[in-house]
């Protein structure tokens, strides 16, 4: 079993940063594929970035391309996600998943643990 407990959401305006962090707990976290998915108020929920076991391989829904990176530090059970740029429109609940089996993909059933979710607002 794994626990993700994401942290780093909050306030900004449009133009600025943020970095998300989702801790993991156990010892396997450096053998899981890590994403990142948001769900706006009134939306599906949506995938936003995803990164290898290795962090050799990263992928990124078109909207945060070139805006958003993931990163991951397994000495330490992270996986972060760092925001800049930002639009009113990445407001969202962000959540980190876990995937203990594939290279990160774009699709929720992927996945197998979750974290609660971190709010991000970005005011215009």
């Known amino acids: 079993q794994v626990q993700l407990v994401e942290s780093g959401g909050g306030l900004v305006q449009a133009g600025g940063s943020l970095r998300l962090s989702c801790a993991a707990s156990?010892?396997?976290?450096?053998?899981?594929?890590m994403g990142w998915f948001r769900q706006a108020p009134g939306k599906e929920r949506e995938f936003v970035t995803a990164?290898?076991?290795?962090?050799?391989?990263?992928y990124y829904a078109d909207s945060v391309k070139g805006r958003f990176t993931i990163s991951r530090d397994n000495a330490k059970n992270t996986v972060y996600l760092q925001m800049n740029s930002l639009k009113p429109e990445d407001t969202a609940v962000y959540y980190c998943?876990?995937?203990?089996w594939g290279a990160g993909g774009a699709a929720e059933y992927e996945y197998d643990y979750w974290g609660q979710g971190t709010q991000v607002t970005v005011s215009s």
């Open positions: 998943a876990a995937d203990r």
């Open positions: 156990g010892r396997t976290f450096r053998t899981y594929a």
């Open positions: 990164i290898n076991w290795t962090g050799s391989s990263t």
